[in-house]
């Protein structure tokens, strides 16, 4: 089987290729979503989600009990859920009649729980019968690739936030340094007496001690030049 070079693409754009790859490879799939769960108190929760069509993402974020989904059933269990025909299982009432309403007739959702996080593929027919005997290799090659795309896309995420507080701290930390030297040159102080100025208004005002940095410079800056 093909794979991707994961180490040359955008995570994203790995996960939403490795989809579309299964639609189209997949004997009978005609639509694929892969999800990347997490443990709360409140149960499991999607915290990456990858759709082949948008009719696919509103069917797998249904406000069903847990124990409605097949999706959900696979990432609790650890075990491949399937519906076999949503015309006639019963097992996931509220689940078929949604997805019978799109011209879906069968799903099969594969997992990964030996991992952290949890992850599961599920796989979408127009047609009655697609089971995991029929998917079950394809899906767990496929399932192993969009995994480490999604480890990537977690991390990624990670970096970028990392990157933004880093960046809010050291604008926070300039303004204050300006506003500063500001104080030290106008009452002739020290760097310390100027801070505790700083902190002593803040506590004052109750205001984040960036503020009133802020305002000191802004204060300063729109003062009139002799």
Known sequence: MEA?????DAPESVLCRLVDRVAASVPGCCGATFTSWTTTEEGLLPIVRVCSHPDLAELEDLDILPTESPLVAAA????????????????????????????????????????????TLSLYSVRPDLSPGHTAGVAAAL?????????????????????HHLTQAMAVRSVIEQAKGMIMQAVKCDAATAFQHLSSTAQRSRRRLAD???????????????
């Open 143 to 163: 399932l192993r690739e969009a995994i480490s795309a999604a480890g990537r896309t977690l991390a990624s995420e990670r970096s970028r936030r990392e990157v």
């Open 212 to 226: 009133v940095a802020r305002d000191v410079v802004r204060t300063h800056e729109a003062a009139p030049r002799s």
């Open 4 to 8: 991707y070079d994961v180490l040359d």
């Open 76 to 119: 609790v269990s650890g075990e491949p859920a399937w519906v076999g025909d949503t015309l006639r299982d019963t097992r996931f009432p509220a689940f078929s009649i949604a997805a019978l309403r799109l011209g879906v007739r069968s799903v099969v959702c594969s997992v990964e729980s030996g991992r952290v996080p949890t992850a």
